[in-house]
C-alpha cells in the first residue's frame, strides 16, 4: 500500500490536497449534485478522514498496468466525478513506470 503519492511518483507533481479536495467537492456537489444521498459531498471528506482509499491502494496491480497503456500524447478518459484524485493518480502511475 502507498500512503502518499509522493512515494508512488517520487516528485510532489502528481501529490494531492485532499483537504483541499475535501472542501472544494462539499462546496460543488451542495451546489450542483441532484442525488437523494450525498455521495458526492462526502467523498472527499471520507478520503482526507482516511476512511475510504483510492486508486492509490491498488498501486501493485494497477501501476504498471495503466502506466503501460499510457503514453504521452495519450488521451485518457476517467469516468466517475466522485473522486478527484483520480487524475492524480493515475498520473503518479505512469510517471512511476518511466515512460
Given at each position: 500500500?502507498?500512503?502518499?503519492?509522493?512515494?508512488?511518483?517520487?516528485?510532489?507533481?502528481?501529490?494531492?490536497?485532499?483537504?483541499?479536495?475535501?472542501?472544494?467537492?462539499?462546496?460543488?456537489?451542495?451546489d450542483?449534485?441532484?442525488?437523494?444521498?450525498?455521495?458526492?459531498?462526502?467523498?472527499?471528506?471520507?478520503?482526507?478522514?482516511n476512511?475510504?482509499g483510492?486508486?492509490?491502494?491498488?498501486?501493485?496491480?494497477?501501476?504498471?498496468?495503466?502506466g503501460?497503456?499510457?503514453?504521452?500524447?495519450?488521451?485518457?478518459?476517467?469516468?466517475?466525478?466522485?473522486?478527484?484524485?483520480t487524475?492524480c493518480?493515475?498520473?503518479?502511475?505512469r510517471?512511476?513506470?518511466?515512460?
Amino acid at each position: 500500500m502507498i500512503d502518499s503519492a509522493e512515494t508512488l511518483a517520487g516528485s510532489a507533481a502528481w501529490a494531492e490536497d485532499l483537504g483541499y479536495q475535501a472542501v472544494r467537492g462539499y462546496e460543488i456537489a451542495k451546489d450542483q449534485c441532484s442525488c437523494e444521498y450525498p455521495y458526492h459531498a462526502i467523498w472527499g471528506i471520507l478520503r482526507a478522514a482516511n476512511v475510504t482509499g483510492s486508486l492509490r491502494f491498488e498501486e501493485e496491480a494497477l501501476g504498471p498496468l495503466i502506466g503501460s497503456l499510457v503514453k504521452d500524447g495519450s488521451r485518457i478518459m476517467i469516468a466517475g466525478s466522485a473522486d478527484t484524485g483520480t487524475p492524480c493518480v493515475v498520473g503518479a502511475f505512469r510517471a512511476r513506470t518511466g515512460l
